[in-house]
């Protein structure tokens, strides 16, 4: 009897425990990378790029836009976003553009080269964890 007293006393202070943690924020960040590859319109591209589970996403073929961009995620500190591009059978691209969206803020260039066929830029890992 004992310890059903003590296990009905203590059960409603670790539902209250368990109710407050679930409403908290993740404690660690959330990216969107965003590939981009600048062309001219007609040309024919090859591009492969890392995508959320570490495989590689691939567009080929002829493309009538300026620019070409992917978008992967969620992912999350330690991935190391990296695309390789070419155009009309070997050709750099007019650039390359790694861009990241941290938490839902705005996209932000964290990596661009022009007339180059690979680029790459790792997320650093959360600090405070």
Request: charged fraction near 20%; hydrophobic fraction near 35%; include cysteine.
């Amino acid at each position: 009897m004992k310890y059903l007293k003590n296990t009905l006393r203590i059960l409603p202070v670790m539902l209250l425990a368990g109710m407050a943690t679930t409403g908290c924020e993740p404690s660690y960040n959330e990216y969107y990378v965003r590939y981009a590859v600048g062309i001219e319109p007609g040309d024919v591209v090859n591009i492969n790029y890392q995508d959320t589970y570490n495989h590689h996403g691939e567009i080929t073929g002829v493309v009538k836009e300026a620019e070409v961009e992917g978008i992967v995620g969620p992912v999350y500190g330690g991935f190391k976003a990296n695309i390789t591009a070419t155009v009309n059978d070997g050709e750099a691209p007019v650039y390359l553009r790694i861009e990241v969206s941290e938490n839902g803020a705005p996209y932000r260039t964290m990596a661009e080269q022009n007339g180059a066929t690979t680029l790459s830029w790792s997320i650093p890992l959360d600090e405070d964890k």
